[in-house]
C-alpha cells in the first residue's frame, strides 16, 4: 500500500485532543497551518524513502513549531557580558518606578498632549521640560527618538549650508553607523575639522570662523580616549569665542548622566549642568545611556534655540510616545533625591554594586552552574573580574566585579563554544564573553532577586 496515502488527513489530526488542546492556544489558522506543513513534511520525506510516521511523532513536531513560533522574538536574556549600558542587550535596564508609569500611560488614555487646567491643545515637551531644566540649568528642552536624532535635528535646524567647526580628535563613530561627519552631511550641514587628532588649541577654532559658520561643536568622545601628548580645548573656552563672534556653541554629551557620579565612587562623567555652566548654548544626550531611562534623545539649552528647533518639521517625525515620555518622567524624577539614586535607579544600583556582593552572588550560584555543566570536560571557578559601564561610557574605566570562569580540561577549546552556544539556548539566553580562552560570567548585571529562577534555567544545560 502507497504510504503516501496511510497519512492522516489535516481534520483528523486536528481533532486529536493533544492537536485541538494547541488550537485552544494558538488559535485555529496557525495549528492548522502547522498541521499542513508537518504532512507536506512527511510527504517529502516518504517520496524520500523514510518510513510512514507514526501520528505521536507528527504531533510532536506540531507542538515543538508550535512553542517556536509562539516565542516572542524580543525575550528577555541574562546580561552577563559584563558591558553594563550593552547597546546589543538594550542598554539601561528601566526602575520599577518608570516600569509602573509606562504600563499605565500604555493601558489608558493620558494627558499627553492636553493641558488639563485649561482644557486645550498641550505639548508633549511640557512633561519632562521642568525636571529637565531642574536637573541640568537649562532654559528649556525636547525630546526625540534618540541622541543621533537629537544631533540630526540641532544641525539641521541651525546649520543647514552652513559651516560647523569640530576638532579631528572628535570626529567619532559610534557603534551602529553613528558618525559625525556623516550625520552631518545629511542634515545639510559642513563640517570644518580643525587641529590635528591629539591637539587642538583655541587658535584653530578662531581661524576656521567665517561668515559661513553655524556654530562650535564639541563631541564628547566617548567611546575611546587619547592618552598622552593631547590637547583639547576648554569648554568654557570655546563657549567664550563662539559668544563673542555671534555664534552658539553645542555639545553632544553622549552618555548624559545628570548626578554627580563621583559621589557613588564611580569616575566622574561630564554632566550636561556643567557643559551649560560652562557657556554651551545646547548640549544633547541619550536617554538610555547613563541616564538610566527609556530609549531617547534629550536636547536642553537656550530657549530661543530649542524653539527652533521645536518647529523644524522634523521634529514632528522623530518625537517619542507617551511610553517613553512616562518612563522618562519617571526616571527624571529619581534624580531629584540623588541620597537614594543609587538605591533605585536600576542602572546605577548595577553600576555601583560592590565586588564583595557580587562574590557572594557568585558563592551562592557556584554549585548550580558546577551541577549544570557535570558532563563537560571543564573547569568552573570563581574569578575576579572588571565591568565596564557600556555604550561609550568612559571606556578607559573598568569596575571590579566577579563571576564564573569556565576552561576546558586539556586543549580542547571547541567545548567553550558549544557551552556557549548551549548558554544562549536556554529558555532564557545567558550571555556571556569568551575572553582569553576562558568563558567568562560576570554577575554584576544578575539581580539578587533573579538568582533562584537563574539557577533553575541553568538546569536546561544538562539537558541539552
Ligand atoms: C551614544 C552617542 C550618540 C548616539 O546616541 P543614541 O542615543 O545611541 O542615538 C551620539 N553621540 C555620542 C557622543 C554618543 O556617545
Not at 52 to 63: H, N, T
Not at 301 to 316: E, F, M, Q, S, T
Not at 331 to 347: F, G, S
Not at 437 to 462: Q, V
Amino acid at each position: 500500500m502507497n504510504p503516501l496515502s496511510q497519512l492522516p488527513a489535516v481534520d483528523r489530526l486536528l481533532a486529536e485532543p493533544a492537536v485541538a488542546s494547541l488550537v485552544d492556544i494558538h488559535g485555529r489558522s496557525i495549528v492548522t497551518r502547522l498541521v499542513r506543513n508537518a504532512l507536506a513534511e512527511a510527504r517529502e520525506a516518504i517520496r524520500a524513502g523514510a518510513p510512514l510516521p507514526d501520528s505521536a511523532s507528527l504531533i510532536a513536531k506540531i507542538d515543538k513549531n508550535a512553542k517556536a513560533q509562539a516565542m516572542p522574538r524580543l525575550r528577555p536574556v541574562y546580561n552577563l557580558t559584563g558591558t553594563v549600558l550593552h547597546t546589543n542587550l538594550g542598554r539601561a535596564p528601566l526602575p520599577e518606578e518608570a516600569i509602573q508609569a509606562l504600563v499605565t500611560a500604555a493601558r489608558s488614555p493620558c494627558a499627553l498632549e492636553y493641558d488639563i487646567e485649561s482644557g486645550g491643545r498641550g505639548d508633549r515637551d511640557d512633561i519632562v521640560n521642568e525636571l529637565l531644566c531642574e536637573l541640568t540649568g537649562a532654559e528649556a528642552a525636547t525630546v526625540v527618538n534618540n541622541n543621533a536624532a537629537a544631533v540630526f535635528l540641532l544641525l539641521n535646524t541651525l546649520a543647514q549650508k552652513k559651516e560647523v567647526i569640530v576638532s579631528r580628535g572628535e570626529l567619532i563613530e559610534i557603534g551602529g553607523a553613528f558618525r559625525v561627519p556623516d550625520i552631518m552631511k545629511r542634515a545639510g550641514a559642513r563640517l570644518v575639522e580643525v587641529g590635528t587628532t591629539n591637539r587642538t588649541h583655541l587658535k584653530d577654532f578662531a581661524e576656521a570662523i567665517s561668515p559661513r559658520s553655524a556654530m562650535l561643536m564639541k563631541v564628547h568622545a566617548s567611546n575611546y580616549a587619547i592618552q598622552g601628548f593631547t590637547h583639547a580645548v576648554p569648554e568654557s573656552e570655546l563657549a567664550t569665542l563662539a559668544h563673542e563672534n555671534g555664534l552658539p556653541f553645542v555639545v553632544d554629551l553622549g552618555s548624559g548622566t545628570l548626578a554627580d557620579l563621583d559621589a557613588y565612587g564611580l569616575p566622574h562623567e561630564p554632566t550636561p549642568r556643567e557643559n551649560i555652566a560652562a557657556g554651551a548654548d545646547l548640549v544633547t544626550f541619550s536617554g538610555d545611556k547613563l541616564l538610566g531611562g527609556p530609549q531617547a534623545g534629550l536636547l536642553v539649552g537656550r530657549k530661543d534655540l530649542v524653539a527652533r528647533i521645536k518647529k523644524n518639521p522634523l521634529k514632528r517625525a522623530l518625537r517619542v510616545g507617551k511610553i517613553t515620555l512616562a518612563a522618562l518622567e519617571a526616571v527624571l524624577r529619581l534624580y531629584r533625591d540623588p541620597d537614594r539614586l543609587h538605591e533605585r535607579l536600576t542602572a546605577l544600583v548595577q553600576l555601583t554594586r560592590p565586588q564583595t556582593e557580587i562574590h557572594a552572588a557568585a558563592d551562592r550560584l557556584l554549585p548550580a552552574l558546577q551541577a549544570a555543566l557535570a558532563s563537560r570536560p571543564v573547569t568552573v571557578e570563581i574569578v575576579p573580574l572588571k565591568s565596564q559601564i557600556g555604550s561609550g561610557s568612559l571606556p578607559v574605566d573598568r569596575l571590579p566585579s566577579a563571576g564564573f570562569a569556565v576552561r576546558p580540561q586539556g586543549k580542547k577549546g571547541g567545548v567553550l563554544n558549544r557551552i556557549e552556544a548551549a548558554l544562549r539556548g536556554l529558555d532564557r539566553p545567558v550571555i556571556g564573553r569568551i575572553e582569553d580562552g576562558a568563558l567568562l560570567l560576570d554577575l554584576r548585571c544578575l539581580a539578587p532577586a533573579e538568582e533562584t529562577a537563574f539557577a533553575a534555567n541553568l538546569a536546561g544545560l544538562s539537558c541539552s
